[in-house]
């Protein structure tokens, strides 16, 4: 069986590298055999997360939205950026209001539960942004997500990617396709598991 895979960026900004990498991690992914889901979170818009908002207001539509397309997959696939060597704001309030998810009508429901992450970074510096996926992972581990250990991190962002998106660097390549194929072993076998 096919893994369902989404996938998606911890920016939105035109021309992120984060965003290349997640487009490039789909398309390996399709090649893995994933039914690959490629969103952007500008499509999943949230207020700063504030616990009297919530206790006022409920969980965001955007938050709910985005929660059961979560929990309609068996895998994700976050491309983080680097913002003050850690993981920009977008990203962590997202992740915070999806986890605030409880219920789902009238039935126990936590989006992130039973799934598994696997977690890239960019920045245009030789760190490659592992200071912030250092933190995104704690952070994906705290909310529940089964964290796969390959991780790919690509380093001099601006010279990273040829006309077509994809990697130039034979090790990014190698780094990328090896997160692709982990996901989807762990992915398939999350999903099995779920089902039996």
Known sequence: MEPRILVFAGSIRSGA?????????????????AEVTRISLADYPLPIYDA?????????????????????HDGLLIATPEYN?????????????VSRISTDGQRPFRPFRNRVAALCSSSNGRFAGIRAINHLRAVCVAVGLEVIAPQ????????AFDAAGMLVAERDRA???????????????????REN
């Open 17 to 33: 590298f984060s965003g290349r990498l997640a487009d490039a991690a789909a398309r390996e992914l399709g090649l893995q055999g």
């Open 52 to 72: 009297d908002l919530e206790r006022q207001e409920g969980i965001p539509p955007g938050a709910l939205k985005l929660g059961r397309l979560i929990a309609s």
């Open 85 to 97: 060597h850690s993981l920009p704001p977008l990203l962590k309030n997202t992740i915070d209001w």
């Open 152 to 159: 790919c991190s690509v380093a001099e962002g601006a010279q």
């Open 175 to 193: 780094a990328l396709e090896r997160v692709c194929r982990v996901l989807c072993e762990h992915a398939a076998l999350l999903s099995m598991r």
